[in-house]
């Protein structure tokens, strides 16, 4: 099984033991990462390109960054799920699309 | 290879052929997700919670939201990639986390 | 009558001369916001600090930037008309707790 | 003077007071909104368009509300500012822009 398809499997029965299948719907998980992508761009707002580089972050930081990636990343595999979409698939598929158009 | 890492490589092979990691900061990729976050969630603004369900969206439609989710999974994989973090074990170690909370 | 008044009631003309108040819930314009931020911040996603300043944008760029705002401004005046909340008053009281804090 | 130049004074006032206009480029100021957009967005990412009316909402959550449509307003004022842009124009020529597009 691919770590996509077991992060996938993961996700599904942690929503599914807590029974929040109602609450993930295609739009309200593009909601939840939208706000979540928001959370991310905040750790970064009032600092400079290069205080954004891993060496120049605290741990703390660090670990605030990774949790803030893992949310998007969350609902992201989540929404793909719901809606039956192989996230690596159409990410392939966009790369194809970016190669011929940049 | 995982797919992630898979993904991470192809992904880092076309930002090198167009010399653009000088752009790829922590700070300016966090902006690229919320951008796309941004687009993804416009996709489902005024669409009700049926109509935003798969069996309910058209082809062309689907195939929009596939692109958007594959534009944010491709600069979250980036900035995972430019931050030397495994999205895998963060999504885990996160998952643990909402375990013990919920 | 007050400037954010005038805008409001504009902004409302608008939407009702196209019967768009059966799509403007509180949920689906904070989803607006949501979208319109992510073009704006995209406007600046690839610009160091000094390239996103005025006196270094072109005058497309600059009236690209202005159109974001504006769209950002319209959907966020708009959700406020729709909850019935005085902009200009919880900005204030917002500033007042924000004087308490820093 | 118009509420939003008295709105805008006082922003800048306050900034200047804390010697923050070195963070204030408009390139973080956007990120600042993204940031707070997405707090919004996750205020009602969870309800149905009906709870998310003012009527179904209870008074903590309606303050919640208040205070991020104040924060998404303040640095939207803010970027505004910093570019030497009038909101209510810009505003207005948007209006006028829709209103021959739709």
Not at 22 to 47: C, D, R, Y
Request: glycine share 2%; no cysteine.
């Amino acid at each position: 099984m691919s770590e996509f398809d077991e992060l996938k499997n993961e996700i599904r029965a942690f929503a599914d033991a807590r029974d929040w299948e109602q609450f993930h719907t295609p739009k309200n998980l593009s909601m939840a990462i939208a706000g979540e992508a928001g959370e991310l761009v905040s750790e970064f707002q009032w600092l400079t390109a290069e205080q954004s580089m891993r060496s120049n972050m605290s741990p703390e930081k660090l670990k605030d960054v990774e949790l803030e990636i893992a949310d998007v990343a969350i609902y992201l595999i989540r929404l793909a799920d719901i809606l039956d979409i192989d996230v690596a698939e159409v990410v392939r598929k966009k790369i194809a699309i970016n190669e011929s158009r940049f």
